[in-house]
């Protein structure tokens, strides 16, 4: 078993990158005056990207799940459901496709995906179900037309770094520091699932606020008895979409301080505050966690 390495110095310079490509849809609103459209679009790929990376990330767990004593459950399963002690006692059994379909040089740098795991994989993908209504509401309600956002060029060039971000950073969670070998495949999952559903909390509390806010300055604003643009540097712009900053602000802040809890909470034995909330639930005692990033 290979012992967890926990971040150093050097991947400071992994976090700016991670950070700087979240102001990146900032950019585009108070630079290139894009509307809300664009910046849900962004959002929604990079969330689509980092759940399809989390689930084949799953495939390769090799502890077995425990689902006693749980507060979060993910989709397709429930404080009802039942595991199947045949199928997770035990060494898991390789599937043996990646012998299959890699070149035996880099088949030998990736670990097996193991049969136990595709079923789990497939339960949670309900999840894409509700990405997929999402969409559908963000097409009917908000992008009127989600193509054309999509397929700009700014937008598809943002998206990219994104989500490249996030797979960078996903490869350094489970696959520089091998946690595959520490983690289930609920555990794996079950991260993904919680960010998504931080993610939903701020679009539900943060951006309502955010816009309301937008609008008690630009009632402020209007009242004042001089003209707007004598404040020069400090005056709003005309052409940002204040539906678009209500938006990208509160997510901007929002990811950033999700991505530095990310890398305590995978980082850290028992973190605490925000990042604990990004720590999937480990049923090994914490003594037994710190002596496995030991060895």
């Given at each position: 078993m ?10 400071g310079g992994?976090?700016a990158?991670v950070?700087?490509?979240?102001l ?16 849900l ?8 990207v980092?759940?399809?990376a989390?689930?084949?990330a ?7 799940i425990d ?5 979060f ?8 459901s ?13 599937v ?9 040089a880099v088949?030998?740098r990736?670990?097996p995906?193991y049969?136990r795991?595709v ?6 993908l309900?999840?894409?179900?509700f ?10 309600t908000?992008?009127t ?5 999509a397929?700009?060029?700014a937008?598809?060039?943002a998206s990219?770094a ?5 797979a960078a950073?996903?490869?350094r969670e489970?696959?520089?520091t ?8 609920y555990?794996v999952?079950e991260?993904?699932?919680?960010v998504v559903t ?10 309502p606020v955010?816009?309301?806010g937008l609008?008690?300055v630009?009632?402020?604003v ?14 709003p ?9 209500a938006?990208v602000?509160p ?6 301080a ?8 995978f980082d850290e ?8 909330w ?13 002596q496995e990033?030991e060895?």
């Amino acid at each position: 078993m290979t012992a967890l390495r926990p971040s150093t110095s050097s991947d400071g310079g992994g976090l700016a990158v991670v950070l700087a490509a979240n102001l990146l849809p900032v950019a585009g609103v108070l630079v290139l005056g894009w509307r809300a459209a664009e910046v849900l679009v962004v959002y929604w790929i990079e969330l689509v990207v980092m759940v399809a990376a989390y689930s084949v990330a799953a495939l390769f767990a090799e502890r077995p799940i425990d689902l006693e004593d749980r507060e979060f459950y993910i989709v397709g399963f429930s404080e009802n459901s039942e595991i199947d002690p045949d199928r997770w006692s035990g060494d898991p059994e390789p599937v043996g496709v990646v012998d299959r379909v890699l070149p035996s040089a880099v088949a030998e740098r990736v670990p097996p995906i193991y049969r136990r795991n595709v079923p789990v994989v497939a339960r949670s993908l309900g999840i894409a179900g509700f990405l997929a209504f999402g969409a559908l509401v963000l097409a009917d309600t908000v992008v009127t037309d989600p193509v054309a956002a999509a397929s700009s060029p700014a937008v598809l060039a943002a998206s990219l770094a994104v989500c490249v971000s996030q797979a960078a950073e996903i490869r350094r969670e489970f696959f520089v520091t091998p946690r595959y070998e520490q983690w289930s495949p609920y555990m794996v999952l079950e991260a993904a699932q919680r960010v998504v559903t931080y993610y939903l909390c701020i679009g539900m509390v943060a951006v309502p606020v955010s816009f309301l806010g937008l609008v008690l300055v630009a009632g402020a604003v209007d009242a004042l008895p001089v003209d707007p643009a004598a404040l020069g540097p400090l005056a709003p712009a005309t052409d940002v979409d204040p539906f678009a900053l209500a938006y990208v602000v509160p997510f901007a802040l929002a990811k950033a301080a999700a991505d530095r809890s990310r890398r305590i909470a995978f980082d850290e034995v028992d973190p605490g505050g925000l990042a604990g909330w990004f720590a999937p639930e480990d049923p090994r005692p914490a003594w037994l966690r710190e002596q496995e990033r030991e060895w």
